[in-house]
Structure formats: C-alpha cells, structure tokens
C-alpha cells in the first residue's frame, strides 16, 4: 500500500458530498474508476468500506490515520 496526496482523491470525495451531502465508498469508487484513477488511489478510496461519512474532511482524517492519505 503507498500513501497517495489527499488532493489525488478530494475531488471525487467533494464531488459526491456536493451532491448527495454523505460520502459513501460506491459512489466515490464509481467517480474514479470512470476516470480511471490509480491503483493506488483506488486502494485508498477502498479504505472508507461500509463507513458513511458526513464530511470531507471526515473521510481525510479517517484514512490519513489509516496511513492511505499523506497531507
């Protein structure tokens, strides 16, 4: 697993919160498998599993804690 930027997955993230106000895996994974995103930035975007978060910046600080986001 390599730590990815958080500015390599906040515009999926801030993409579905602007639009559904939560932040769940599948819709974030479907954003960036569209766009063909990084294995590594797909490994970090797996990381959220069935958690549901309420915030960007709640989604940062769980996977910055667990070592898939690096500021």
Same mark, same amino acid.
């Given at each position: 697993?390599?730590?990815?930027?958080?500015?390599?997955? *906040?515009?999926?993230?801030? !993409?579905?919160?602007?639009?559904?106000?939560?932040?769940?895996?599948?819709? /974030?994974?479907? +954003?960036?498998?569209?766009?063909?995103? *990084?294995?590594?930035?797909?490994?970090?975007?797996?990381?959220?599993?069935?958690?549901?978060?309420?915030?960007? *910046?709640? /989604?940062?600080?769980? +996977?910055?804690?667990?070592?898939? /986001?690096? !500021?």
């Amino acid at each position: 697993m390599a730590t990815v930027r958080w500015d390599a997955i *906040s515009g999926y993230i801030d !993409n579905i919160f602007s639009i559904d106000g939560r932040i769940a895996r599948a819709d /974030v994974m479907a +954003l960036a498998e569209t766009d063909d995103a *990084s294995d590594d930035v797909i490994d970090a975007i797996d990381a959220i599993g069935s958690r549901m978060f309420t915030s960007p *910046s709640d /989604v940062r600080d769980f +996977l910055t804690a667990q070592g898939y /986001v690096a !500021n």
